[in-house]
């Protein structure tokens, strides 16, 4: 496969240069060149197939020629080795688990591919690279946990001190080894501005091998097909799916409807935003603006200006029409956010996170108009990630989960620093 820049001014290249660079070098955002269409009966089997077999069919094309078979399964396998479990809460709305992760949010299935392929691609290669993230709280852990241990990868981290919650916080700081978690004295666009200067920083990136560990890298963008895949393996109704996502930057959604543009049955597609609604305007008005983001209880997706909406666009033929048929999209204040949190618990003692409470209230306003249908929305992110909300709504005290109680035992470690670039670039000369 190969993948051209969504920009149009800068050449066709490889998955693996894809992955290496992250973003095009006229800053576009890569792109496959042809999406690959599902074997004849794959779907009428897929509940014959193991997650792994699910996983390298669908991969496979993307990768071709770049990983051989072998070592893809190994990936593929390590990517997804935990449960995608659907929950049913009532007649019409299940929960798509995606939380079951070791860092308990999605993000560790893009963070798990995409650390291994580079970890692949730089086997040969002496020259160190170093992943640069700004994180709000949830990328920061899925892309630490995914690249520990990884030889010749340094990652660094910069979180906003005091803004993330404990268990994030957690695994951020206490992994050691490769990882570095530069604790800002600041907010969260303070530490993006810092990144974003870092990358521009012509002088540095001449020092030191950057590059960048979010969703506009395809290696992070593309394996979040397969849980998809996952929900329609355990889907038990004929009727195909009603598909409801939380969303920010909407890499997770597109990878959704990449997955139904090669052939797997959904219905409809429901983007749940919280205020910040760059993307249900545009689907109101035709008219596409990028907005300051504004702060939320669902932080997350608190993004004035998604990037992957480029890539969604060319999956409809840059068609507004064509668009809307498929896609809805609803914004979600705080206050509706809180209330279904609390009265989902109430009703059905089910506790959800604040993103997934977002999806939740946008599926259910859709189902109520038509009745006929069933759906599913993506919970990414466990609750006890984001306990003040939560606790609050429910009167339940949250345990930290097994998968991060190993955490407790070893002791924080994070660089100081104030919100000063030349500081954060002083730091990557030396330490990078
Ligand atoms: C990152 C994140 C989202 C948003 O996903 P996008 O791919 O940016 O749209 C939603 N929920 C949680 C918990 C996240 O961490």
Same mark, same amino acid.
């Given at each position: 496969?190969?993948?051209?820049s969504?920009?149009?001014?800068?050449?066709?290249?490889s998955f693996?240069?894809a992955?290496?660079q %992250?973003q095009?070098?006229?800053?576009?955002?890569? =792109?496959p060149t042809?999406?690959?269409q599902?074997?004849?009966g794959?779907?009428?089997n897929?509940?014959?197939?193991?997650?792994?077999?699910i996983g =390298?069919?669908v991969m496979?094309?993307?990768?071709?020629?770049?990983?051989?078979?072998?070592?893809?399964?190994q990936i593929v396998a390590?990517?997804?080795? +935990?449960?995608?479990?659907l929950v049913?809460?009532d007649? /019409?709305i299940?929960s798509?688990e995606?939380?079951?992760?070791?860092?308990l949010? +999605?993000?560790?299935?893009?963070a798990?591919f995409m650390?291994?392929?580079?970890g692949?691609?730089s086997?040969?290669?002496?020259?160190?690279?170093?992943?640069?993230?700004a994180?709000?709280?949830?990328? *920061?852990?899925a892309?630490?946990? *995914?690249f520990?241990?990884?030889? %010749?990868v340094?990652?660094v981290i910069?979180?906003?001190s005091?803004?993330?919650?404990?268990?994030?916080?957690?695994q951020?700081?206490?992994?050691?080894?490769?990882?570095?978690a530069?604790e800002i004295n600041?907010?969260?666009?303070?530490? /993006?501005?810092m990144?974003?200067?870092a990358?521009v920083?012509e002088?540095?990136?001449r020092k030191v091998?950057?590059?960048?560990?979010?969703?506009?890298?395809?290696?992070? @963008?593309?394996?979040?097909?397969?849980?998809?895949?996952y929900? #329609?393996? /355990?889907w038990?109704?004929?009727d195909a799916?009603?598909?409801?996502?939380p969303?920010g930057?909407?890499?997770?959604?597109?990878? *959704?409807?990449?997955?139904y543009?090669?052939?797997?049955?959904?219905?409809q597609?429901?983007?749940?935003?919280n205020?910040?609604d760059?993307?249900p305007? #545009?689907l109101?008005t035709?008219?596409y603006?990028s907005?300051d983001?504004v702060?939320?209880?669902?932080n997350?997706?608190?993004v %004035?200006?998604?990037?992957?909406f480029?890539r969604?666009?060319?999956?409809?033929s840059?068609?507004?029409l064509e668009?809307l048929?498929k896609?809805t999209?609803y914004?979600?204040?705080d206050?509706?956010?809180s209330l279904?949190i609390?009265?989902?618990y109430r009703d059905f003692? #089910?506790?959800?996170?604040?993103?997934g409470?977002?999806a #939740?209230?946008a599926?259910h306003n859709?189902l109520?108009?038509?009745?006929?249908?069933?759906?599913?929305?993506?919970e990414?992110?466990?609750p006890v990630k984001?306990?003040?909300?939560?606790?609050r709504?429910?009167n339940?005290?949250?345990a930290?989960?097994e998968?991060v109680?190993y955490?407790l035992?070893?002791?924080?470690?994070?660089i100081?620093?104030?919100?000063?670039?030349?500081q954060?670039?002083? @730091?990557l000369?030396?330490?990078c």
């Amino acid at each position: 496969m190969q993948y051209y820049s969504l920009n149009n001014q800068s050449p066709v290249v490889s998955f693996s240069q894809a992955t290496i660079q %992250g973003q095009a070098p006229d800053k576009g955002l890569y =792109f496959p060149t042809s999406i690959p269409q599902l074997p004849v009966g794959f779907i009428d089997n897929i509940k014959n197939l193991s997650k792994e077999e699910i996983g =390298f069919s669908v991969m496979k094309p993307y990768v071709s020629g770049e990983i051989p078979d072998s070592v893809l399964q190994q990936i593929v396998a390590e990517t997804i080795n +935990f449960d995608f479990p659907l929950v049913k809460i009532d007649d /019409q709305i299940s929960s798509l688990e995606l939380f079951h992760g070791p860092t308990l949010a +999605f993000k560790d299935v893009g963070a798990r591919f995409m650390s291994r392929c580079l970890g692949y691609f730089s086997r040969n290669n002496n020259a160190k690279v170093t992943v640069l993230v700004a994180t709000s709280g949830d990328t *920061g852990g899925a892309v630490a946990n *995914g690249f520990l241990g990884v030889v %010749g990868v340094e990652v660094v981290i910069l979180y906003p001190s005091g803004k993330v919650s404990p268990v994030q916080e957690m695994q951020l700081t206490r992994l050691g080894k490769n990882i570095h978690a530069l604790e800002i004295n600041g907010t969260f666009d303070d530490c /993006q501005a810092m990144v974003k200067n870092a990358f521009v920083d012509e002088e540095l990136t001449r020092k030191v091998n950057l590059t960048s560990a979010n969703s506009i890298n395809v290696a992070r @963008w593309l394996p979040q097909q397969l849980y998809y895949f996952y929900a #329609y393996q /355990q889907w038990q109704f004929q009727d195909a799916p009603v598909v409801c996502v939380p969303s920010g930057n909407f890499g997770n959604i597109c990878a *959704g409807i990449l997955a139904y543009v090669s052939g797997l049955p959904i219905k409809q597609f429901i983007a749940a935003c919280n205020s910040n609604d760059a993307v249900p305007s #545009y689907l109101r008005t035709g008219v596409y603006q990028s907005k300051d983001a504004v702060a939320t209880i669902s932080n997350a997706m608190d993004v %004035g200006n998604p990037s992957n909406f480029v890539r969604i666009m060319q999956l409809f033929s840059n068609s507004h029409l064509e668009l809307l048929e498929k896609l809805t999209a609803y914004s979600i204040s705080d206050p509706i956010t809180s209330l279904t949190i609390r009265e989902v618990y109430r009703d059905f003692k #089910y506790m959800l996170d604040p993103h997934g409470a977002v999806a #939740y209230y946008a599926l259910h306003n859709y189902l109520q108009t038509h009745e006929n249908s069933k759906g599913l929305f993506l919970e990414t992110a466990h609750p006890v990630k984001f306990p003040d909300v939560v606790e609050r709504e429910t009167n339940v005290k949250l345990a930290i989960p097994e998968q991060v109680q190993y955490l407790l035992k070893q002791p924080k470690q994070s660089i100081l620093m104030d919100a000063n670039y030349e500081q954060l670039k002083e @730091w990557l000369i030396a330490n990078c």
